[in-house]
């Protein structure tokens, strides 16, 4: 079974240019979420998908962040325009819909840097 | 509001010592609590989780976790270090409310041959 993938693995931009990050979840997971790592302190969330569905974007810093996931499989995450703050390494994971467990299951992260 | 803290930035081990990494919670309700492992250009990998039963959790890579609710508190442990698991850890618990997950700041592990 294929893990969580993203893309790019790495990507470098300047202020106020446009960056989109990718992630395709495991096959048949219909929860996708969003999470941030800033350097040196904690994942923070971002947002939450249930299949095409934002089930709670109360983590998204502003609203030069924007979140898709056309037909409930991949999805995209936009920064639009980029600041020196959004620099860091953006993780996406997924998990099976309904279970108790509440595991959730990464993928590599992308490092974004923003000079 | 929930919480998670790991109180140690890096813990330092000697290969074939017993390790314990730190983690401390605040959460509403009832604690469903995780630690994953990332190790160097790698993704986060799972490592074991506790949801209910008993308070001694065994995972991956021969790690155990112990949850102490009266201390509020999920310490992840080993009994012999490994140089190979040098990685950095986190903990987290799992919003009372929500799916998401909420991470402590991570803590270096580094073992020494």
């Known amino acids: 079974e294929a893990g969580v993938t993203q893309f790019p693995s790495h990507s470098v931009i300047e202020k106020g240019q446009t960056v989109t990050l990718r992630c395709d979840p495991i096959?048949?997971?219909?929860?996708l979420y969003w999470y941030r790592r800033v350097m040196g302190k904690e994942i923070k969330f971002l947002l939450h998908f249930v299949k095409e569905s934002k089930q709670d974007e109360s983590g998204m810093p502003n609203n030069r962040f924007l979140a898709e996931r056309t037909g409930g499989t991949y999805s995209t995450l936009k920064v639009q325009p980029a600041e020196l703050e959004d620099s860091g390494v953006y993780f996406c994971?997924?998990?099976?819909?309904?279970?108790?467990?509440?595991?959730?299951?990464f993928g590599p992260g992308t490092r974004l840097t923003v000079t | 509001a929930q919480s998670v803290a790991q109180p140690e930035d890096q813990v330092n081990v000697a290969e074939g010592n017993p390790l314990t990494v730190k983690c401390t919670y605040s959460v509403s309700g009832n604690p469903y609590l995780f630690w994953y492992v990332q190790y160097p250009n790698r993704g986060l990998q799972f490592l074991l989780k506790?949801?209910?039963?008993?308070?001694l959790v065994k995972g991956s890579y021969g790690f155990e976790a112990e949850f102490n609710k009266s201390q509020t508190s999920f310490h992840l442990k080993k009994p012999s270090a490994l140089v190979s698991d040098s990685a950095l850890y986190f903990c987290a618990v799992r919003d009372g409310h929500t799916d998401k997950l909420i991470f402590g700041t991570g803590t270096r592990l580094q073992v020494f041959p």
């Open positions: 994971a997924s998990s099976v819909l309904g279970r108790s467990s509440y595991e959730q299951y």
């Open positions: 096959s048949g997971h219909d929860n």
């Open positions: 506790y949801i209910t039963g008993d308070n």
